[in-house]
């Protein structure tokens, strides 16, 4: 059997990680590794290589950045040339980036299976591209690989036949448990020196003292009258009570600086603005942390097996599980600063309650290797 993956932006490397080591256990089966370059600074992509011990990709197709459209458009075209070449068995693709569309409608058009690993998330927001890549990829995919009961029930509300759905748990919390160790080792103000932004004093950082946030999505950065009340709020009120970490993604440094809010961010003493980090450093922050403020979907989850409580600034998301109302540690509170608010004030209260849905025990990749193995006899 001959299994191509692909990988383009940086919430899929600690996906395809666990399922490239659950491979190496079958010598028989040949595994190439695509890397679409959507993402291609080393603090988005190369250092997750390094850090989860990826092997390096067979293929990059060096995509880069652009519109959807662009990048979608780029990745079929360099995609097909690679299936045509190399005529897998499978496409392997994992959660919802342009990558993963571009390269799912690519692997039906040549006819050959395709297989998503994250299937069944939802959001219901087509107002999300990642939302539109899900539906789009699981309205191809012959095997769907759902993580939780929840994905499950909505692939079958939308007509998907109970054969292609395979029900592996969490492939991302594989990583987590193999990485966990590495992390705890790490000190959290020894972190916030070495990614500092730019030289500055930091304040203490206490476990449990500090909060860490993280925001990009172009609901939250790419509007002026919903950026500058949100900043307003963190380093006005936030940043005020507690040290505020950031790791600051290039989509939301560029927007800051667009609608003049960079000052006000970067002179804000409890406000300390990192780098992109790493994942070990970013599962540390993680795990010290009083609370977290993200607009992500990887941390939603995380948070829910660390127990940190996560404001997750989203009116809507795919991973109900991780919701407090379903016993994770995630509480929806939108962009609106009001609300927001109101539920910091809770949550400063509150304490870390870890929670782990079913099958999320670390073990995804092997279930999901097994079930191609299975699928590959039929
Ligand atoms: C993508 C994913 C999103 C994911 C996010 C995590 C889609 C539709 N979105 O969004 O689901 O949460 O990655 O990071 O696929 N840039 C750099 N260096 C890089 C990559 C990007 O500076 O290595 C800058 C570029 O200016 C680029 C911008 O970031 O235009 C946005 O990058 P892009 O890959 O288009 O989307 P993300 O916002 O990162």
């Known amino acids: 059997m001959k299994i191509i993956s692909i990988v383009g932006a940086r919430p899929n490397f600690m996906k395809i ?3 490239c080591a659950a491979l190496k256990q079958y010598p028989e089966i040949e595994h ?11 603090r988005m992509s190369d250092s997750f290589f390094t850090d989860l011990g990826i092997p390096e ?16 458009g780029r990745t079929m075209i360099e995609f097909e040339k690679v299936v045509k070449a190399d005529k897998p068995d ?19 058009k040549e006819h050959v299976k395709l297989a998503h690993i994250e299937a069944g998330l939802r959001s219901g927001d087509l107002d999300m591209p990642e939302e539109i890549n899900r539906l ?17 029930e909505n692939l079958r509300k939308e007509g998907v036949p109970e054969s292609r759905i395979a029900f592996v748990g969490n492939i991302m919390i594989d990583t987590l448990e193999a990485q966990r160790d590495k992390a705890a080792a790490r000190k959290v103000e020894e972190i916030a020196r070495r990614e500092l932004l730019f030289e500055r004093e930091i304040p203490e950082l206490p476990e449990d003292g500090y909060a860490v946030m993280t925001m990009h999505r172009p609901s939250n950065v790419d509007q002026s009258e919903i950026l500058k009340p949100l900043i307003d709020f963190l380093a006005g009120e936030v940043a005020q009570e507690l040290p505020l970490l950031w790791p600051i993604h290039p989509r939301a440094r560029k927007q800051l600086e667009l609608f003049g809010l960079w000052e006000k961010a970067v002179s804000t003493p409890g406000l300390v603005l990192l780098n992109p980090l790493g994942y070990h ?5 993680n795990m010290g942390a009083k609370l977290m403020l993200t607009d992500s979907g990887g941390l939603q989850e995380e948070c829910c097996v660390l127990g940190t409580p996560c404001l ?21 509170v939108g962009n609106e600063v009001t609300r927001i608010r109101q539920a910091f ?34």
């Open 136 to 152: 789009v990829t699981d309205r191809l995919a012959d095997m769907l690989l759902t993580p939780d009961r929840i994905s499950g």
């Open 312 to 332: 997750t600034l989203r009116w809507n998301t795919e991973r109900p599980i991780t919701l407090n109302e379903n016993g994770g540690a995630s509480f929806l």
């Open 345 to 378: 004030r809770d949550v400063m209260n509150s304490t870390r309650r870890p929670q782990r849905p079913e099958l999320w025990d670390g073990h995804t990749a092997e279930r999901i290797v097994e079930a191609l193995i299975h699928a590959g006899k039929r």
């Open 57 to 72: 990709p067979d293929i990059h197709l060096n995509i880069g950045s652009g519109t959807h459209a662009e990048q979608v």
């Open 17 to 19: 990680a666990p399922f």
């Open 90 to 108: 499978w496409i392997v693709v994992v959660g919802d980036v342009n990558a993963t569309c571009a390269c799912s409608i690519v692997a039906k």
């Open 32 to 42: 190439l590794l695509v890397h679409t370059g959507q993402h291609y600074d080393c």
């Open 281 to 285: 450093d970013m599962l540390r922050l």
